[in-house]
Each structure stands twice: as structure tokens, then as C-alpha cells.
């Protein structure tokens, strides 16, 4: 059974970075296209970025339109966890982040792409 659980959370001051974990088990992780998401209060969850399976080749993360710059997405096959660096962060980055996971998938925006989710961690900004 696939389960993915997201650490690094909390409560963070405006400037500051962060790095999000999500670890997966029971799943060959290498296999999954990766994904993470966000909630914020009010609103509807919207593609923070992706990182595609590597099965042999290193593969290149996609964000949404508003996430670039700031967040970088990266994983460690050997250690079965995808990453979220948010730097600069900002009051409006306060949201639910979540992990997301699709086998063989590609890296892309639609939530319904994605089988498997985490139970999401918060992240609160203050200014």
C-alpha cells in the first residue's frame, strides 16, 4: 500500500526558507512522478510543481506559472523523498502542502493525474 507522508512544516517569518519532505513507502519509489500541491485557506489547491519518474535518467522538475523562481523541487531515489525548497517566503505561501504521487506518470498540473496523496502539512508565514 502506497503511503506518503510530508514533514518540515511550521510556523516560519516572512524571508525565510523552507524544505519540505514527502517520503513514500510501499511503492518503488524511482517509478513515481512526484508532485506537490497547495491549499490555501479559502481556496482551491493548485499545482506547486513535479518531478518526473527516474527509471535511468535524471528528470527535470515543472512548476505552475506562479511557483517559479522561488520553490525547487528535488528527489533522492535511495532515500524514497521528493523535496519542496521555498525561499523568500511570503504570507500568501501560508497553505496545506501537499505530496502527490502517480506510477509512471508525467509531470503535470491536474490533481486527478495523481493516485495517491499525503494527508498534507501545514505551512504558516508570518509577516
Known amino acids: 500500500q502506497v503511503q506518503l507522508v510530508e514533514t518540515g512544516g511550521g510556523l516560519v517569518q516572512a524571508g525565510e526558507s523552507l524544505r519540505l519532505s514527502c517520503t513514500g513507502s510501499?511503492?518503488?519509489?524511482?517509478?513515481?512522478?512526484m508532485a506537490w500541491f497547495r491549499q490555501a485557506p479559502g481556496e482551491e489547491r493548485v499545482f506547486v510543481g513535479a518531478?518526473?519518474?527516474?527509471?535511468?535518467?535524471?528528470?527535470?522538475?515543472s512548476y505552475g506559472d506562479s511557483m517559479k523562481g522561488r520553490f525547487t523541487i528535488s528527489r533522492d531515489n535511495a532515500r524514497n523523498t521528493v523535496y519542496l525548497q521555498i525561499n523568500s517566503l511570503r504570507p500568501e505561501d501560508t497553505a496545506v502542502y501537499f505530496c502527490?504521487?502517480?506510477?509512471?506518470?508525467?509531470?503535470?498540473?491536474?490533481?486527478?493525474?495523481?493516485?495517491?496523496w499525503g494527508q498534507g502539512i501545514q505551512v504558516t508565514v508570518s509577516s
Open positions: 502527490a504521487a502517480e506510477r509512471w506518470g508525467d509531470a503535470v498540473p491536474e490533481e486527478y493525474r495523481y493516485k495517491y
Open positions: 510501499g511503492m518503488t519509489f524511482k517509478q513515481y512522478c
Open positions: 518531478i518526473a519518474w527516474q527509471e535511468f535518467l535524471e528528470s527535470t522538475p
